[in-house]
């Protein structure tokens, strides 16, 4: 893998075709396909990246499902209106518009579009575009592009469920269900960067892993249900979405806040049901119970970058895949045993 730092050849005009991911129905990874595409355009604002990697993240095996189903009056009815996937990308600036002062071509950077609504900032092909004020930032000194395209979504996500929703401080005692994924490896990091007291549920084969990171205690939910220890957190940020909210709140302090950033489940109204649970209790119960969201923030891609060059936070790779096998790692993905972040070579 390139280690930032190295030589490397200058940029020159890119071709006219890529190779691109594209899938023209919806269903198992087996729908994606590698084909050639135009090079996306260059408007006066945008920036052109050559991608060197991209993560998978579980939006793409939902695109690529079009689940859930309410989520199709956007993305199409009965097949996607944007036939390509991929969000967080790191590469090198290839070209810039005329408008454009951040960046200039042979500049290397890392981020993602949050969803991209255009085939044309999908990260899974050998070019991207984005506009300069996208959450697109120069990749911090050090990190490999593999690495690099490993922490944008999962790594904010993290951030501003625990610094933002959770309001995590020094001394707080934190819990994590869903602790070797690709958002929970970022949030025993950032968590115990925020000075709290780390708990990591997961499964046998990650504990080490999880402890590695800088968990205080680590919960095999194999062999412990963490909802029945008698022990209550400050905060706990769920990922995994196997416990109801009543049993969450169990070892939840009286004010304390519960987080739920967990997978869209249920076929047809995704992540909605759960929402209303979290929303309707909370009015009549003292802790602050969340749904939450992550958004594209620049700023916060920032603070991520500080965090990484500083060594208090770093990436966690389960495995890579070229361009072609892009079928098989988003079915990985899919069947939700990751390890951190499963990224693309491209």
């Not at 009015?283 to 603070?303: E, N, T």
Request: hydrophobic share 45%; with cysteine.
């Amino acid at each position: 893998m390139q280690q930032a730092g190295v030589s490397r050849v200058e940029p020159g005009p890119p071709p006219g075709t890529m190779k691109a991911v594209r899938f023209y129905a919806y269903g198992p990874p087996e729908v994606l396909q590698v084909e050639d595409a135009d090079v996306p355009a260059v408007g006066d604002d945008d920036v052109l990246i050559r991608v060197r990697a991209a993560a998978v993240n579980p939006l793409d095996w939902h695109g690529m499902r079009g689940a859930p189903y309410f989520a199709r009056l956007q993305m199409g009815l009965s097949r996607p209106k944007v036939n390509a996937l991929g969000n967080d990308v790191a590469g090198c600036v290839e070209a810039v518009g005329k408008n454009v002062t951040e960046f200039r071509p042979g500049d290397e950077v890392y981020g993602g579009s949050g969803v991209p609504l255009k085939a044309r900032s999908a990260s899974f092909a050998e070019y991207a575009v984005f506009p300069q004020d996208a959450m697109i930032l120069k990749k911090p000194a050090g990190l490999t592009f593999e690495q690099a395209a490993a922490v944008s979504q999962g790594a904010i996500s993290a951030l501003q469920g625990l610094r933002d929703k959770g309001r995590v401080r020094p001394g707080h005692k934190v819990l994590i269900n869903g602790a070797a994924g690709g958002v929970g490896t970022m949030a025993v990091q950032i968590a115990k960067a925020l000075g709290a007291e780390v708990t990591g549920v997961c499964s046998t084969p990650n504990v080490e892993l999880v402890r590695s990171l800088g968990a205080d205690h680590v919960i095999d939910y194999t062999k412990q249900d963490y909802t029945r220890t008698g022990k209550r957190y400050d905060i706990v940020f769920d990922l995994v979405a196997n416990r109801t909210i009543t049993e969450n709140r169990r070892v939840l302090a009286r004010k304390g806040v519960f987080v739920e950033a967990a997978p869209f489940e249920g076929l047809w109204l995704g992540p909605v049901i759960g929402m209303l649970k979290v929303v309707l209790l909370s009015l009549v119960v003292p802790q602050r119970l969340l749904f939450f969201l992550a958004r594209a923030r620049k700023a916060d891609l920032a603070a991520l970058g500080e965090l990484i060059e500083s060594g208090r936070i770093r990436p966690v790779i389960d495995r890579t895949y070229p361009l072609d096998r892009i079928s098989e790692a988003v079915g990985y993905v899919e069947r939700g045993h990751a390890k951190g972040k499963v990224v693309i070579t491209v």
